[in-house]
């Protein structure tokens, strides 16, 4: 990365992409912070949204005493970040943090990357008025075109006073400083699917705030008939499929996973504002089924995959899941996914699985089943 000589690759390192593992923003964040450490030094700094690890390793490599807390909703990000840190032999002193846990009180400056999803940031700012001093100062780095003027009256009214900086590179960096007023977020609204008597809440990172995807609903129309024992949300969101999955199967336990903590724990809100029994419910908060114990074979793999990863665009994830579906699978077990047309699932699925049935289709969308032979 630029003149700090760091090797930074996006997570998983082997996915093929020609994107690069950090933006302008990076580069801004770190070059302001440089200014202010030499001004005013501070031993812990909390880093929000570092994707893949190029704000926790460029500060690392210049300031190595710096204590630093990563928080980020994104297992994927936390992984990224280790995984970077070792192949630039960094070791700060470092603590993850989900995107719900409270920073440190102590923390006079945070640094921030601006998230696309406005409500998450929204509750982000709420979250930080509830751990930061008065004074306190957020560096937040976005891309130049996406700052305006209503982007910086949201902080003022979720955080305070902000000011955005002169371009470096289409970038600028938004300078937010607490003005000491608490804002609690508003409680997750609930909104009902009456059609499968379920009723959903999503915290603000999560896909699908309040309605269902096409490609959920269409999977839910199209459920496999038979009698699971054990059946996996893969990329869970909200837990929908699963939820489902608990109604039609009701002796099986059902694995929800997402590389979204939000997602998860919706999906565990959810489970219980459906009244199911606590002990058929797991949750897991991974990068597809990486850490999935080897003994938790299941005989169905429920998936709606995600085709972008940020705001890149990639089929490695959806992949990796129907890698890991297949190596957590019974003989025998069934992959049920969903995906748009267009996204030539079958073909991975044939290679990977030497079978892939269409189950149902429509104009845009096609429901595909693999068994594990
Ligand atoms: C298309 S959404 C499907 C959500 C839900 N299952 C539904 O059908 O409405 C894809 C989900 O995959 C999750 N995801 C993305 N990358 C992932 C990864 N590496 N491991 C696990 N889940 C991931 C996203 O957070 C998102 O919740």
Redesign the pocket.
């Known amino acids: 990365m630029g003149e700090d000589t760091l090797t930074l690759h996006r997570y998983p390192q082997d996915q093929v992409s020609n994107l690069q593992a950090w933006d302008a923003g990076d580069e801004h964040l770190i070059n302001i912070f440089m200014t202010e450490m030499a001004s005013s030094p501070i031993a812990h700094c909390s880093l929000i949204n570092d994707q893949f690890g190029a704000l926790c390793c460029g500060l690392s490599r210049r300031f190595p005493e710096l204590a630093i807390s990563i928080q980020s909703d994104a297992k994927?990000s936390q992984l990224g970040i280790a995984q970077n840190l070792l192949a630039n032999c960094l070791n700060p002193k470092i603590t993850y943090l989900n995107a719900r846990a409270a920073l440190n009180q102590a923390d006079t400056q945070v640094l921030m990357k601006l998230p696309k999803n406005l409500n998450f940031f929204r509750e982000q700012l709420q979250q930080l008025s509830q751990s930061l001093v008065p004074g306190a100062k957020v560096l937040i780095a976005a891309k130049a075109k996406v700052i305006n003027a209503s982007l910086l009256a949201l902080i003022k009214e979720h955080f305070g006073e902000a000011s955005a900086s002169l371009t470096f590179k289409k970038t600028r960096v938004i300078t937010a400083i607490f003005d000491g007023r608490v804002r609690r977020a508003a409680t997750a609204k609930t909104w009902a699917v009456p059609e499968y008597q379920l009723t959903l809440t999503n915290l603000s990172n999560?896909?699908?705030s309040s309605k269902?995807?096409i490609?959920?609903r269409i999977?839910l129309d199209n459920m496999p008939s038979g009698d699971f024992g054990s059946v996996i949300?893969?990329?869970?969101?909200?837990g929908?499929?699963g939820l489902r999955a608990a109604q039609l199967y009701p002796k099986a336990h059902i694995y929800f996973?997402?590389?979204?903590e939000m997602?998860v724990a919706s999906a565990a809100d959810n489970w219980q504002m459906n009244q199911f029994e606590s002990e058929r419910g797991h949750f897991h908060w991974?990068?597809?089924l990486t850490h999935m114990a080897q003994e938790d074979v299941v005989d169905l793999v429920l998936c709606?995959?995600?085709f972008h990863?940020g705001e890149a665009i990639t089929d490695h994830?959806a992949w990796?899941?129907f890698v890991d579906a297949r190596k957590q699978l019974a003989k025998g077990g069934l992959l049920q996914v969903v995906g748009n047309r267009h996204l030539n699932y079958h073909v991975k699925l044939k290679r990977l699985f030497g079978n892939c049935q269409t189950a149902a289709s429509n104009g845009k969308f096609v429901i595909l089943r693999a068994v594990k032979s």
Request: glycine residues 10%; aromatic residues 4%.
């Open positions: 994927t999560v896909f699908a269902l995807d490609g959920a999977m949300d893969l990329g869970c969101g909200n929908v499929l996973v997402d590389d979204s997602a991974d990068d597809c709606n995959p995600p990863q994830i990796q899941m």
